[in-house]
């Protein structure tokens, strides 16, 4: 399904969430695999953000929202210290296919931390078993 020199890793967490790592050999495969498996956001790699700063998510499709929510984003410093948590809402309609955009604002103090990371988890539903879906989480470093 990808094409040659591209690599991810998925690792299972402690709590069953599945953690994408990408590793980057060949930009167009590498795009190729991150939509397939995560949504898009609007803070790439090494963007600056500053506090209030809306995170928006476009689902692609390939994440599903459960009562309006498609998860949460979790904003750390590198020393691990969660700076703040949001909660990702639809912005209109989100009982349709395909796209749907998802935003939250996440307001905090980034102290001195000069770097960090923006961890987007996903919202499988409750349930267990084949009621609730995978957790799936990854990844987006930041500077502040």
Do not use: R
């Not at 190729?32 to 700063?53: F, G, H, L, R, Y």
């Amino acid at each position: 399904m990808y094409g040659c020199g591209s690599k991810s890793k998925e690792t299972k967490q402690e709590d069953d969430t599945v953690l994408v790592e990408v590793e980057k050999t060949n930009t167009e495969t590498n795009e190729e695999m991150i939509s397939a498996t995560q949504p898009t956001v609007n803070i790439q790699a090494n963007n600056k953000i500053t506090s209030p700063q809306v995170i928006e998510v476009n689902s692609e499709g390939v994440w599903h929202a459960y009562e309006g929510e498609l998860g949460t984003v979790q904003l750390v410093d590198n020393n691990g210290t969660e700076l703040t948590l949001g909660i990702l809402s639809a912005k209109g309609e989100w009982m349709k296919s395909g796209p749907v955009m998802f935003s939250t604002e996440l307001t905090f103090d980034s102290k001195k931390a000069k770097k960090g990371k923006l961890i987007i988890h996903n919202n499988p539903g409750d349930g267990d078993g084949d009621e609730a879906g995978t957790p799936i989480s990854f990844e987006i470093p930041v500077i502040f």
